[in-house]
C-alpha cells in the first residue's frame, strides 16, 4: 500500500475565492484522481490528473473551475475557484497503486479535505 | 436509472450475525468491482475487489458477482459493532478500466 496524504484538512472559506488542496503519495504512482462527496451523498469523479498534461475532465466539471496540476508521480493538486455554498464538499485524491492492464486496478483513496464555503 | 444502485438502510443485523449488502450497476462492460467502507467523517477504505463470476472470500467478507445478473453482493460474517459503517459499492465505467462510479451506499448497523 502507499500513504497518500492531503492539505489541508479542511478549511472554512469565503464565496468567491479560491482553495488549492494538495495531494501527496509516497510513492511513484501512474494514475491519480479526484473526486467530490457532497454532504450526504456518495462519491463522484472530478477528474483524471496526469502527469505532463492537463486534466481529463468527467461531464459537468471543467478545468475554468477546477484547475489541476500534476507536475510529477507523486504529487497533484486540485484548486476549487470563485467558490459558492454548493462547492462544500469533501474532496478526496485516489490513486492506482499497480497499473497491470486489464480489471486490475484497485483504487485507494487520501484522508479527503473538508471544504465549507460560507 | 442509477448506474450502481445500493439500498440506502440502515441495515441493522445484532452482533455475530451475517450482515448481506447488495449492489446492482447498470453497464454491462463493467469489468471491476469494489467494495469501500467509510466511516462517519472518514474516506472509503477498499475492503474487497472482484473480477470474476463467482464468490471471493477474505476472512469474514466474501464478496458475490454475476455479470449475468449485473449483481455484485458483500457479505459480513460473525459482524461486530466495529463494522457499523457505510458500504460503497463502485463499478468501473465500461470505458475504462480506472474510472469507478460509487453507489450512494448502504448504512450498516451492528447492534451489541
Known amino acids: 500500500s502507499a500513504v497518500i496524504s492531503q492539505k489541508p484538512s479542511r478549511d472554512i472559506c469565503q464565496r468567491g475565492t479560491s482553495l488549492t488542496i494538495q495531494c501527496q503519495v509516497d510513492?511513484?504512482?501512474?494514475?491519480m484522481f479526484w473526486y467530490r462527496q457532497q454532504p450526504g451523498q456518495s462519491l463522484t469523479l472530478i477528474a483524471t490528473a496526469n502527469q505532463g498534461s492537463e486534466a481529463t475532465y468527467e461531464s459537468g466539471f471543467v478545468i475554468d473551475k477546477f484547475p489541476i496540476s500534476r507536475p510529477n508521480l507523486t504529487f497533484s493538486t486540485l484548486t476549487v475557484s470563485n467558490m459558492s455554498p454548493e462547492d462544500s464538499s469533501i474532496y478526496l485524491c485516489s490513486v492506482v497503486l499497480d497499473v497491470r492492464g486489464g480489471p486490475y486496478n484497485e483504487q485507494f483513496f487520501g484522508p479527503g479535505t473538508r471544504l465549507t464555503v460560507l | 436509472q442509477k448506474e450502481v444502485e445500493q439500498n440506502s438502510g440502515p441495515l441493522s443485523v445484532p452482533e455475530g450475525a451475517i450482515a448481506s449488502l447488495n449492489c446492482t450497476y447498470s453497464?454491462?462492460?463493467?469489468?471491476?468491482f469494489f467494495w469501500y467502507r467509510q466511516y462517519s467523517g472518514k474516506s472509503p477504505e477498499l475492503i474487497m475487489f472482484?473480477?470474476?463470476?463467482g464468490d471471493k472470500e477474505d476472512g469474514r467478507f466474501t464478496a458475490q458477482l454475476n455479470k449475468a445478473s449485473q449483481y455484485v453482493s458483500l457479505l459480513i460474517r460473525d459482524s461486530q459493532p466495529s463494522d457499523s459503517a457505510t458500504y460503497l459499492c463502485a463499478v468501473n465505467k465500461g470505458d475504462s478500466s480506472y474510472k469507478l462510479i460509487f453507489g450512494s451506499g448502504t448504512r450498516l448497523l451492528v447492534r451489541p
Open positions: 510513492s511513484q504512482v501512474t494514475m
Open positions: 472482484i473480477y470474476s463470476n
Open positions: 453497464d454491462r462492460g463493467s469489468q471491476s
